[in-house]
């Protein structure tokens, strides 16, 4: 199983697709004029894993 997550940005909106074994899994569009939390991407590092 692959995974690609492909990013195209222009001027004032931004695309991104999930592949998984080249196939679309997920699609994203994000405007400017349109805040939205859903679909937002984050990088970051995990420091500590606490027991819950």
Do not use: T, W
């Not at 690609?4 to 222009?10: H, M, R």
């Not at 004032?12 to 074994?21: F, I, K």
């Not at 939205?36 to 995990?46: A, D, F, P």
């Amino acid at each position: 199983m692959s995974k690609e997550i492909l990013i195209q940005v222009a001027q004032d909106e931004r695309r991104v697709a999930v592949l998984v074994d080249g196939k679309l899994d997920d699609f994203y569009i994000e405007l400017d004029r349109h805040q939205s939390m859903l679909g937002n991407i984050y990088k970051g590092r995990v420091e500590s894993i606490l027991p819950s």
